[in-house]
């Protein structure tokens, strides 16, 4: 059994802490990481910043957590123009990044070491939305796209969208393919709660699974598990909040060969991220102003080691044990990342591009 | 750097210029010299100001005796831009225009502060958008206006809210209004073309009667607007697409003179429908937006007793569709505003002259962004002695207005403002002092989710001073020179509650000073007159304190807000022929709030050739122009390009006297 870190509540907001960020991020300006955008250590960082929409001022950032350096605008750096657009998302798959854009529209496939950009797959003029990608092998893929309930299927070696598609629930984001399945989370922005299995073989629709209210996030755990984060509802009765008619978001397991619910975990409050942490069986989840942490083998959610703050985005870093927090001031200016141990401490925080909000780690 | 760029770019024009014209062997004007004047190129700009009563203010006094600054164009300035809104003329003054391009929203911005926060004005009535705070005015065109007043100083005491950054004045062309020249037009017309399908037409009809005229505008335009621009992703031109439109205008004004006053009425109807390109980013091909709207005014002024009273009614309804299907988005609104007013003015000889009225009215929105229909009431007081003393040489005009709003409360915007005639007929020392509000928009309040039903006004303290210098010497026209501060507290700001919705709360503080500084020369060498002016405005609005936890922004300048800016303006008429040249330059403006991204300076050069004729009764005018002479590769908003060089072209033809008149 993994021993569980002890972490007691703490606050960003409590003058010291800060103090301490403070020189962290002072401490780790350098410029070192300009002259080598994938850095020196074992591992990097890949910070994906959505930016402002009107703006489309989306960015990449890369940190080293040996060196504790971070490259603000990686992107710029490693292609000597700017990147344009509004990150929906970021798969690492088959030795390519894929960053799926809106604003413009399309996906564009970097070198995830030297984050060169290789190709631009635009899907604008088809009218898609694109939310996220899976790679199924060299050839195929699948494409989400958020307003047309729709998944899409990606010529990988032509770059290019087949014109057939695969019509799923309402508002489709976050997909994972485990054996000859695709999982599709459908979030409806809470007028859904459907994560949609796709046969990859055939590309047929074979069922719905029920879960939570707005289904938006998908991880698979080594135990082969899918976890489903489901985000809920906030409920207005016209423009005035009504409590009594929210659904909380939840966290539901499914088993994917199955295709069985197996659990359901009541977070509460509207989640909005979350992290799996297999070395000791938690899971991290973002919900509101506070994280949450699950344990993964009781599927309990423990109340006592919460941290209360209210992040963007949260990624873990399995080869390191450090869990990493997008902290997302407003859409028109930088953020920031704090990175903790498993201990609970902050370790080192870097200053991000606008709204970071994904993580992806790379090892050597 | 741009620092340094404008000082010596002002220095230039305004130390140098006058010294080589003169050894070019231009004469200055000398006052009384009539003879020299050019009979076709009679302008507003040129010392014909005292004509001119401003209505910005209220304070019915031409613009040299006004407490704050004015910029009025007259229908000379807007015949430049007939076939366009009033957008491309008003970039020619103190306002920053927040122009999303030909085919795209163009926003005025004063002094710094947001669109939402200045006030536009027609015949005295608000037009800004009941739902969203702002106005565009890229949706009113030059042709239907006899004259715009820019006055970013008017305080809230003269005509309500949305008036942090003062107001537009917008005035209806009409029969009996008369242009600086004093001539009325029975007839007139005007056909345009230019660059990207841009077609333009006016029709101008008037019926001048001896105690009542009758006349009507009609206006029309299409355009393509599918200008080139260069695409710096990927290093090739593009043209942009998905934006054509057209839009038609009409304005029908009466005047009755009657046995104990006279009465004044104008309806304007229009229809605009738009593709929308959204930013290079983007493409939505089937996106579509209407405007459609109805307005009319009315009022009776005339003498009761020992005043002169002034009862106004104001209806407006406007209708605006917005269909993006390929995001599922049908938004639609319909709203209403219904306002009335008396003013009164006590006819005195004295030293006071007092002026007050009442308004009250309906303001009503309906659309599928809100949960219902939303609507409010307000009704305002105000009252204010005109003071005149000192030899008629010290005017203070001390005013307060309470506004009093169902869906917030009560508003109270005193204000004292200024103007001394230091040098009789040479120099006036002018400064105001006033607190202003902005009333939330029913987006703010009730747009679903996010609205905030809680919000309350913003506020803001506002002072200004300066001089207006008449110095006939050395062909200097008119100096003149502002200095302003603006606290803005309770800001309204919208900040992401959580990953999807957004909501406003009054966190905001901003805090704005600046200097506008303006000199007009006037030379002439026989038949030819030579005028020039220049202008630079020194722009520093801030964000005063932290709107939220780890805020970078205060202390730094606010995003889209240039910083410096320059304008000169070189015009030259001989005979039949004038010739005018603009030249702009905008200081770079932040797209970001910490100030890691943002949009280069740019510089933008007009060039207008006139040709007018006579023909019998007809009057002629050709007028070509080049727009972005340099052809400047720029934008004003992130991602909307503006078009570079290109051509336009103006036949305008005129009847200016009613045949058996």
Same mark, same amino acid.
Request: hydrophobic share 35%; with cysteine; charged share 20%.
């Given at each position: ?19 301490? #960020? ?61 990147? !344009? ?24 496939? #970097? ?152 659990? !359901? ?77 498993? +201990? ?7 200053? !991000? ?9 790379? +090892?050597? | ?8 770019? $002002?220095?230039?024009? *305004? ?36 004509? @001119? ?76 958008? /009941? ?7 890229? /949706? ?99 043209? &942009? ?48 937006? &209407? ?37 599922? @988005?049908?938004?639609? /609104? /319909? ?66 207005? @309470? ?18 005639? *230091? ?104 038949? $030819? &007159? ?36 320059? &304008? ?67 934008? @004003? ?25």
């Amino acid at each position: 059994m993994n021993e569980q870190p002890t972490i007691t509540r703490f606050s960003i907001r409590q003058p010291i802490f800060t103090c301490f #960020l403070a020189l962290l991020l002072l401490a780790g300006c350098s410029d070192d990481l300009l002259n080598d955008p994938t850095g020196s250590g074992d591992g990097q960082v890949l910070v994906l910043n959505e930016g402002n929409f009107s703006d489309g001022n989306g960015s990449l950032t890369v940190y080293d957590p040996d060196s504790k350096e971070s490259l603000l605008r990686a992107y710029q750096q490693a292609n000597s123009s700017e990147f !344009t657009g509004i990150i929906q998302s970021g798969t690492l798959a088959g030795g390519d990044l894929f960053i799926v854009k809106n604003n413009p529209n399309e996906i564009e496939i #970097l070198d995830p070491v030297t984050l060169k950009s290789n190709n631009v797959i635009s899907v604008g003029e088809q009218e898609i939305t694109p939310v996220h990608v899976v790679r199924l092998n060299n050839e195929k893929g699948y494409l989400s796209s958020l307003y047309d309930g729709r998944v899409y299927i990606l010529n990988l070696q032509e770059g290019s969208v087949e014109e057939e598609w695969i019509e799923v629930g309402n508002n489709p984001q976050q997909m994972l393919i485990a054996g000859n399945r695709l999982f599709v989370a459908n979030s409806g922005f809470g007028n859904d709660n459907r994560v949609s299995v796709i046969d990859t073989q055939t590309d047929e629709l074979l069922t719905h699974i029920t879960v939570g209210t707005g289904p938006s996030r998908l991880e698979l755990d080594s135990n082969n598990r899918i976890w489903v984060l489901s985000r809920g509802l906030q409920a207005y009765d016209g423009t005035e909040r009504d409590p009594e008619n929210d659904q909380p978001g939840q966290v539901d397991l499914i088993d994917p060969s199955g295709l069985s619910h197996l659990a !359901t975990i009541e977070t509460g409050g509207f989640p909005t991220a979350f992290a799996l942490d297999p070395l000791n069986g938690t899971a991290w989840v973002v919900n509101d102003d506070q994280v949450q942490q699950i344990n993964m083998e009781t599927l309990s959610l423990d109340e006592e080691r919460t941290i209360d703050e209210s992040y963007h985005g949260i990624g873990f870093y399995q080869e390191r044990g450090e869990f990493y927090l997008a902290e997302n001031t407003s859409y028109e200016q930088n953020g920031r990342v704090i990175v903790y141990s498993l +201990e609970g401490a902050p370790v080192d925080t870097f200053a !991000t591009g606008i709204a970071p909000k994904d993580f992806l780690f790379l +090892e050597r | 750097m741009p620092l340094l760029h404008t000082i010596l770019q $002002t220095a230039v024009c *305004m130390l140098f210029i006058p010294g080589t014209i003169q050894a070019l062997g231009y004469t200055a004007k000398t006052p009384g010299d009539s003879s020299v004047w050019n009979p076709v190129a009679d302008t507003l700009r040129t010392g014909e100001l005292d004509r @001119i009563t401003i209505r910005s203010t209220r304070i019915d006094e031409p613009v040299r005796f006004q407490p704050v600054r004015v910029e009025p164009f007259g229908l000379e300035d807007l015949s430049l831009h007939t076939g366009e809104s009033i957008g491309s003329l008003l970039s020619r003054s103190s306002l920053f225009v927040r122009d999303n391009g030909p085919g795209g929203m163009a926003l005025p911005s004063q002094r710094g502060l947001s669109p939402g926060q200045t006030q536009v004005l027609w015949e005295g009535f608000p037009i800004n958008s /009941l739902s969203l705070g702002q106005s565009d005015i890229s /949706l009113l065109p030059a042709a239907l206006f006899q004259s715009i007043e820019v006055s970013p100083g008017t305080p809230s005491s003269s005509y309500g809210g949305a008036s942090l950054g003062g107001n537009l004045y917008l005035t209806s062309r009409s029969g009996r209004r008369t242009d600086a020249t004093g001539q009325k037009e029975w007839l007139s017309g005007s056909l345009g073309a230019g660059a990207f399908g841009n077609r333009a037409g006016s029709v101008h009809l008037s019926n001048i009667g001896e105690r009542q005229t009758l006349s009507a505008t009609l206006f029309g335009s299409m355009a393509e607007n599918d200008f080139p621009y260069p695409d710096h992703r990927n290093d090739r031109e593009m043209r &942009r697409e998905n934006n054509a439109g057209g839009t038609g205008h009409l304005l029908v004004s009466g005047d009755r003179e009657l046995r104990n006053g006279s009465l004044s009425s104008q309806l304007w109807v229009w229809d605009r429908l738009e593709e929308i390109p959204g930013t290079v980013l983007s493409s939505y091909p089937d996106t579509r937006q &209407r405007d459609l709207g109805i307005r009319w005014n009315s009022h009776w002024s005339g003498t009761v007793g020992r005043w002169r009273v002034t009862p106004r009614l104001f209806l407006e309804r406007y209708q605006f569709t917005y269909r993006e299907p390929s995001s599922s @988005i049908d938004s639609r /609104l /319909l709203s209403d505003r219904l306002l009335t007013s008396v003013e009164a003015e006590l006819l005195t000889t004295g030293t006071v002259r007092w002026t007050g009225g009442v308004s009250g009215g309906l303001e009503r929105v309906d659309t599928n962004n809100y949960p219902d229909t939303k609507q409010r009431l307000r009704t305002a007081a105000w009252i204010r002695p005109d003071i005149t003393t000192a030899g008629d040489r010290l005017r203070l005009t001390p005013a307060v207005r @309470i506004d009093t709003y169902s869906d917030f409360g009560q508003v109270l915007s005193p204000s004292l403002g200024i103007n001394w005639e *230091m040098v009789p007929d040479r120099l006036h020392l002018r400064g105001l002092a006033s607190r202003d509000f902005n009333p939330p928009t029913f987006n703010d309040l009730h747009w679903q989710p996010g609205g905030n039903p809680n919000l309350k006004p913003e506020r803001s303290i506002k002072a200004e001073g300066g001089f207006y210098w008449l110095p006939e010497w050395a062909g200097i026209r008119t100096v003149e020179w502002t200095v302003y501060r603006i606290w803005l507290n309770q800001g309204i700001y919208w900040s992401p509650v959580n990953s999807t919705i957004w909501s406003p709360e009054n966190v905001e503080e901003l805090h704005a000073r600046g200097i506008e500084t303006r000199i007009e020369t006037e030379w002439f060498a026989g038949p $030819t &007159r030579l005028q020039l002016s220049t202008a630079a405005d020194l722009r520093q609005v801030e964000i005063g304190s932290a709107r939220f936890p780890g805020d970078q922004a205060p202390g730094r300048q606010l995003r889209y807000v240039p910083e410096w800016s320059f &304008r000169g303006e070189i015009r030259a008429d001989t005979g039949p022929f004038t010739l005018l040249t603009d030249y702009r330059w905008t200081d770079r403006r932040w797209i970001t709030a910490d100030h890691t991204s943002w949009l280069p300076p740019h510089q933008i050069v007009n060039l207008t050739f006139l040709l007018k004729r006579e023909w019998r009764l007809f009057t002629g005018q050709v007028q070509l122009s080049i727009r972005n002479l340099l052809d400047e590769s720029y934008e @004003i908003i992130r991602w909307y390009p503006m078009p570079g060089r290109h051509l336009e072209f103006t036949l305008r033809l005129g009847l200016p006297f009613q045949p058996g008149s």
